[in-house]
Every structure is written in C-alpha cells, then in structure tokens.
C-alpha cells in the first residue's frame, strides 16, 4: 500500500510519470472459497481490475425466493408467505461490525445461526459464480410490531454443508424509505423493501450453493427492536439480486513486495490475550458473548516507558426477554516510568426498554493509584423508532 500510495503522490504532486493513471481505476482482491472460522491467516484469491465504477462487466442476475429455495428462473420459484420470529440468540456468532485485526473476529460457521433464520438456498452452482459488488435484496414482507427491523446474509455452502458468511445487511424497517423521515410500521400491511448488503467481491465454486439467510434480530452486531417481531416474506414478489462479473483473464501489474517502516523495538512484559467466549446457561437462560482485547504490557524502549491497555465487552440477554438486551464494556490504559504511573479505567453500560435507551457511564483516572478524577454519566434516550 505504501509503494502505490506513493506513486500516486509522485504523479500529483511532483509531476513525476509513475504509470499509476495506466492501471485499472478499481483494483479489488477477489476472494475463493474458504472454510469458516473466526481467524485466517491467508486469505486466497487474485486481484481483479475494473475500468469504472460501476464497471460495464459486472451485470444484475437475479435468483428468486421459493420455498426455503433461490431458483434463477422466476417461474420455478413456489410463490407463497414463509415467516419467521428470530430468537435473540441470532447473532452472537456474526463476529465484529468492523474487524480491527484482533482477532478472533471474524463471523463463525452460519449453520449456527440459520436455524433462527429463514432460509433460501440454490442448487449446486454448475459453474464457478463471481461477484463483485453490492447484492440487494427486494422483499414484499408484513410485520406484526410497528418497529422492525431485518437482518440479511449471504453465505457459501460447501458440499459439506459448512456455510460461510460472504456479506450481509440490516435495515431498520422504519426507514425502509430513507434515513430523513423514518416512519412505524402498520401491522399487517405489505411494504415493498429493499436491503443493500456489504460491497464483496467473491467466487462460489462449482459444486457449492448459494445461501440467503433472513432474521429479525442480529444481536450484539445490532441492537434489536423493542419488541419481538414476527416477519413474513412473500416469496413470489421476493428476489435477490446479485452483481455477477464473468471470469476473465486479467492484466494486472503486479505490486511490489510490501515494505513498512522498522516496528519499535518493545520488551513484551505481560502476554497480550484476544479471545471471544460465547456462555449459555441453560439453567438460567441467560447467554453472554465474552470479547477480551488485551494488548499486554510492554516496554518501548527507546523512551523507556511502560504502557498497557485492554479492553473487556460483554453483551448479554435472557431468554427472549427484550428489556435485557445489555451490552457494557471495560476499558483500562496506562502508562508508567520510573516510580510514576497514570491509568484510567473506563465503564459503560447500555441497556433498554421498549420507550428509551438507558446509558450509564463511569470515567476514572488514577495517578500513582492514587485517583485524580472521577465522573459518572446516567443517561436516558428516547428510542424514536429504533
């Protein structure tokens, strides 16, 4: 990244011809098919070029919801209501909104999931299918709660039935027109919506199927409506659409090896530790996703200083009991040299009822632990269609 960045600034600022404005203008990795987990360390594929964007070579092919099936001829598809009522459960293997490297992370196998969801699913793919792009959904779909929302996932099945989540969005039905002026829902009535998932660029290989995956809630990755919710999807007027980009030899330049600058020279005195535990207690019913992100203590030796810092989230529920939705987090820095040390130690905690969010907070700050400040923050939000 460093070497193309600096072509570019070569190019504009220094007028210096560096070839960057004869390579594609998109440059996009085009992952394969992998194996779900939570952590990888290589992930295959090769990289693609684009002309524009949006690119004439990537297309609309639509695929249309059946019975628990995605058909790519509409007239096969089984025209009819299939609904669902998510647990609260549906999610806690999604992984992180935005990866930040720490992992594990990533989403886990979906069939975890799917149980709690409804579930369109292809045939064996009789060719290798690319896309590259935003898939959208279009649903005709009833709510039985005037604030809803839905979450939409796309997977990969492998012949083995392991289902790998390639992208996935989630729409608050409120806003099913826009952000500006969202508007509740009329039990019963049918809207017409559509769901933009993540932009992917991915191959499903001959031999596996395409999974379309629907839930009304997808906690921790988003909060979940005030109330349960009970969906229905009218297949016959359902459809998702995929950005489909046939395969293609391509001419790429091929980067140079990746360079960085030297990493500080740090003396590791406490291990770092990032892990994610998912508890059920079935005697409770209670379900918590654990996530620790410690970093460790360590010295910079250049400076001599001693820094640390970590970071521990829970977020739990009971049941499917939607007033306890909690999610609370711990967050802990600090610095030290010599015989003087600074740390502060953060706590927030976020519940909610059916009318409002409930936030409470608590910041303090400790020099030679001794504490200098401290304030605490107790705050109610109205939910206002969320």
Not at 27 to 47: A, I, N
Not at 265 to 272: A, I
Request: glycine share 6%; charged share 25%.
């Amino acid at each position: 990244f460093l070497q193309e960045a600096l072509r570019w600034w070569d190019k504009w600022l220094k007028e210096k011809e560096t070839g960057i404005m004869d390579d594609p203008m998109l440059q996009v990795w085009m992952q394969d098919s992998v194996p779900p987990t939570t952590r990888y360390k290589l992930r295959p594929g090769r990289w693609v070029g684009e002309p524009s964007w949006p690119s004439p070579n990537v297309g609309e092919q639509t695929m249309y919801l059946g019975r628990g099936t995605l058909d790519w001829r509409q007239g096969q598809a089984w025209q009819g209501p299939r609904s669902v009522q998510s647990p609260l459960a549906v999610g806690l293997f999604a992984g992180k909104w935005c990866s930040y490297s720490a992992t594990p992370d990533l989403p886990h196998d979906q069939r975890q999931e799917d149980g709690g969801a409804l579930v369109f699913e292809s045939d064996p793919l009789q060719a290798q299918l690319e896309i590259l792009g935003a898939p959208v959904v279009e649903f005709e779909l009833a709510v039985d709660q005037p604030v809803a929302m839905i979450a939409v996932r796309i997977s990969d099945v492998a012949p083995d039935d392991k289902a790998t989540r390639v992208t996935y969005g989630v729409l608050n039905l409120t806003h099913r027109d826009g952000h500006e002026e969202p508007r509740p829902l009329k039990p019963g009535t049918r809207y017409k919506v559509s769901v933009q998932l993540n932009d992917i660029a991915q191959a499903f290989p001959q031999g596996n199927r395409v999974r379309l995956a629907v839930s009304t809630s997808y906690w921790p990755l988003a909060w979940p409506p005030p109330e349960p919710v009970h969906l229905t999807i009218f297949t016959g007027a359902s459809r998702l659409i995929l950005p489909v980009r046939p395969q293609r030899e391509e001419a790429i330049r091929p980067f140079s090896p990746p360079e960085a600058a030297p990493p500080l020279d740090v003396e590791q005195l406490r291990e770092n530790n990032y892990t994610w535990h998912v508890h059920r207690d079935l005697e409770s019913d209670e379900s918590v996703l654990e996530v620790v992100k410690d970093e460790g203590r360590y010295r910079i030796k250049e400076i001599d200083l001693d820094a640390w810092n970590s970071s521990h989230e829970w977020y739990s529920f009971h049941g499917d009991d939607f007033d306890s939705v909690k999610g609370e987090t711990r967050w802990v820095w600090g610095h030290q040299r010599g015989d003087w040390k600074i740390e502060t130690v953060t706590r927030t905690v976020l519940t909610s009822n059916a009318t409002h969010f409930h936030l409470h907070a608590q910041l303090d700050a400790f020099e030679n632990d001794r504490r200098v400040y401290s304030r605490n923050w107790d705050e109610e939000i109205p939910r206002d269609l969320v």
